[in-house]
């Protein structure tokens, strides 16, 4: 069973920093893109950022310059490094992976349970 858990949301003021943790578990093969979406109330779900299993990085205009994604691939973990935050990055932030189960099946996304990012001014 693939799991994907998330840690490290919770309240900041603006111009402060957090750092969220994912970190997948199972029998996996290969996660050939992982990354980070968010939802803030009455809007829709939009990427932050992402990495490929080349090290390719995509991230969202809005956090270019302030948020920081890294992959540590021996554990099959991502990390958002959030800086200078501002009240509008308030939102639910989604572990998301694309993954390959240990058998070379290719098993499609996963998504985490959310963790809640509120920045206060």
């Known amino acids: 069973q693939v799991q994907l858990v998330e840690s490290g949301g919770g309240l900041v003021q603006a111009g402060g920093s957090l750092r969220l943790s994912c970190a997948a578990s199972?029998?996996?093969?290969?996660?050939?893109?992982m990354g980070w979406y968010r939802q803030a109330p009455g809007k829709q779900r939009e990427l932050v950022a992402d990495i490929s299993s080349e090290g390719s990085r995509n991230y969202a205009d809005s956090v270019k310059g302030r948020f920081t994604l890294s992959r540590d691939f021996a554990k099959n973990t991502v990390y958002l490094q959030m800086d200078r935050l501002r009240r509008e990055d308030t939102a639910v932030y989604y572990c998301?992976?694309?993954?390959?189960?240990?058998?070379?099946?290719?098993?499609?996304?996963?998504w985490g349970q959310g963790t809640q990012v509120t920045v206060s001014s």
């Open positions: 199972g029998r996996i093969r290969s996660i050939p893109a």
């Open positions: 998301k992976a694309g993954l390959t189960g240990a058998d070379g099946i290719w098993l499609g996304d996963y």
